[in-house]
């Protein structure tokens, strides 16, 4: 049985969960606006008061994003996962290598395509993930600029107004694109994974995908593994250094003997019984 | 030869007796056809008649004025089919059946006029805006219905809107002859009025900005000619009032909203809704809480990078920077993703 790596944790597919239902009511919430004669618009523009609910839904959603994001914040800052997070998240030159070397790679410019060893973000997900910071942040601060428009047209010109809708719109677009056409790519469309990454749903990459995507940080944990085991005096005296599972069956499934085990066991209890 | 003058004999007598009858029917005809008969009293100026409250009423048709008309050279008894003879002169104070129907001739129009609020909630018919024995047709200045008497004709039920209209910088134009300036018809239409609630209506909220205004200030010619743009209009449909409003929104701004309904004037106007002292007030009509800088800037702008406004330069900038950014950013993820999609599939290549 392949071994699995925890990629997400419960909490953390529970976040992604969040901002992908708010993310899409968004999308179409917002664009049904911009776009109200479109065919998928109707559900919205076809329905009495639909454009007013529209909005309504769009503020939700946009309060739900927000709130998410300040959560995401203080997770962050105040789990031990959560501050490995941003410390592996960190832009470093190799992500920009790596970059290169994959495109060259797909370019057969490499020959032989060169193995390239990625941490535990690999620039993919680096660039999603401070996209979507980014993203966040504008369009945060512009659709609060749209939705408190007297209370900031009390200190800026209209034109302030307009340029923030400028941006609000634009920058859905590139949001929407970039989770269709990069996103997608890499959970989805890739052939190493289609028809799907499972992590946002079980939280677990299997081995050859932690290979394929994240090789420096399958490494780094091997490592990081042995190293505890070597600590550990018993085993380390036990088996030279490596492990065998004591029980190999039990952590297999349910079989006859084992089931037959248990069925002695109670049978034993009942007729050793004395009461209480 | 005797037989033959008998038979001839017979056969003229025949033929007068018949030439007879028809002169004796074609001349009564001819009495009601060409109206001499009715206007041999109509045609007396002195002829009145007293109503049930009394009051004196001519009723004197002038021959002259009638044949000026468009039906001038039609019958009274064309119109008046209910009056078969002289009888109804007869008695006096009897009732006479006056009823003219003129959708015999005028199919269409009374078609569309069936379904008019003027027919429908009110008794306004054809001779209320059309006159009656002296109908000129459209194109006559005199007419009831030419373009600029129908501020008079309408006023004379709709007096508000009319002195209201008279005085709006579209009543202002009309008055002073120009052409392609509206009147009520342009909005309103014309037979088949509908009241504003009424979805067909020409003048109801989901059409204002849609057909009603639009259909001048979005056109072509008429915006070339008298030296406006259709700015205004492009730039509604692209602000959030027009897009929620193109999506059915009703609680959305259309053009009514902010620059009036009969009593539209140019915002130079120090009565207008849109001169700069009034604008809070017409935007806190749905922004309570709009401040005076919230009422300072331009609304009708469009995103241009020449544009003459400030704002419009900004926007059009940003639009500009975004556009690039998307284009390249995307274009870059989609290149990379199908190299990397390619490269993967050859691979797998069996």
Redesign the interface.
């Known amino acids: 049985m392949a071994r699995k790596y925890l990629r997400m944790t419960l909490n953390e597919r529970i976040q992604h969960l969040n901002l992908a239902i708010n993310f899409t009511i968004l999308v179409i919430t917002g664009f ?3 776009y ?2 479109a065919f998928w ?1 109707s559900p ?3 329905v ?1 008061l ?3 609910f ?2 309504f839904l769009h503020r939700l959603s946009g309060v739900a994003t927000v709130t998410l994001g300040g959560y995401h914040l203080l997770y962050l800052a105040f789990t031990e996962r959560g501050r490995q997070i941003v410390k592996d998240m960190i832009p470093t030159f190799k992500d920009a290598v790596d970059l290169w070397e ?2 060259k ?4 410019i490499n020959r032989p ?1 060169k193995i390239i060893k990625m941490g535990r973000f690999n620039f993919r997900e680096k660039f999603e993930y401070l996209g979507l910071i980014w993203g966040t942040i504008v369009m945060t601060v512009t659709g609060f600029i ?1 939705w408190f ?3 900031w ?7 302030t ?3 923030a ?3 609000h719109f ?2 859905a ?2 949001a929407t ?2 989770i269709l ?2 996103h997608f ?1 890499s959970v989805i ?4 994974v289609y028809p799907m990454n499972w992590a946002w749903i079980d939280g677990h990459l299997t081995e050859h995908e932690m290979e394929l995507e994240h090789g420096m940080e399958l490494e780094r944990i091997k490592e990081e593994e042995k190293r505890r085991l070597v600590d550990f005096q018993e085993a380390s005296n036990a088996g030279g250094g490596r492990i065998y599972p004591l029980h190999p069956e039990s952590s297999s499934r349910l079989n006859v003997r084992r089931f037959y085990g248990i069925v002695q066991d109670l049978n034993e209890s009942i007729k050793n019984w004395k009461g209480i | 030869m005797k037989i033959i003058h008998k038979y001839n004999c017979a056969g003229v007598c025949l033929y007068l007796s018949v030439l007879f009858l028809i002169m004796i029917s074609g001349l009564t005809s001819t009495a009601w056809g060409d109206s001499s008969m009715c206007l041999s009293c109509h045609g007396d100026k002195s002829l009145t008649k007293t109503d049930s409250r009394g009051n004196k009423i001519s009723l004197f048709v002038s021959e002259e004025e009638f044949k000026k008309s468009v039906h001038g050279s039609i019958a009274c008894s064309d119109c008046h089919t209910q009056i078969l003879d002289d009888s109804h002169a007869q008695k006096k104070g009897k009732k006479v059946d006056r009823k003219v129907d003129c959708g015999s001739c005028h199919e269409e129009s009374e078609k569309i006029y069936q379904t008019s609020v003027h027919r429908l909630k009110a008794e306004i018919s054809c001779k209320e805006c059309h006159g009656y024995h002296y109908v000129t047709p459209l194109s006559n200045p005199k007419s009831a219905t030419y373009r600029t008497n129908l501020v008079q004709t309408c006023g004379a039920c709709h007096g508000e809107e009319s002195k209201q209209f008279a005085e709006s910088v579209h009543g202002v134009g009309l008055s002073r002859g120009r052409p392609n300036h509206p009147t009520c018809t342009t909005c309103h239409g014309t037979h088949g009025i509908k009241p504003r609630s009424d979805p067909d209506s020409a003048v109801h909220e989901r059409k204002i900005a849609i057909t009603t205004c639009p259909q001048c200030h979005a056109a072509e010619q008429i915006t070339r000619e008298y030296r406006f743009t259709t700015k205004p209009v492009k730039s509604y449909y692209d602000s ?1 009032h027009g ?2 409003y ?4 009703t ?2 701004a259309n053009c009514a909203s902010c620059h009036g309904v009969h009593d539209i004037r140019p915002s130079s106007d120090p009565k207008s809704m849109i001169h700069k002292d009034n604008l809070q007030k017409t935007c806190g009509a749905c ?1 309570p ?3 005076l ?2 009422a ?4 009708h ?1 469009l ?1 241009d990078i020449k544009g003459g ?4 330069k ?2 059009g900038w ?2 500009v920077t ?2 690039f ?2 284009v390249s ?2 274009g870059g ?2 290149f ?2 199908f ?7 050859i691979d ?1 290549k069996p």
């Open positions: 049904a606006l911009k109200p004669e618009a919205i523009t076809d009495p639909g454009m007013t529209r909005g994959t495109l790679n797909n370019l057969f395509a749209l428009k007297e209370e047209l009390l200190f800026f010109p209209m034109w107004f307009d340029v809708r400028a941006i634009y920058e677009i590139l694109l970039t056409v990069w790519y469309l890739n052939p190493d | 959030f897009l929620s193109r999506g059915g929104d609680f959305s922004h809480k709009a401040s800088n919230f300072r800037g331009k609304i702008t995103p406004d400030f704002g419009e900004v926007v940003v639009r975004y556009i950014l998307i950013v995307i993820m989609i990379f993703n190299t990397d999609w390619l490269r993967k599939t797998r």
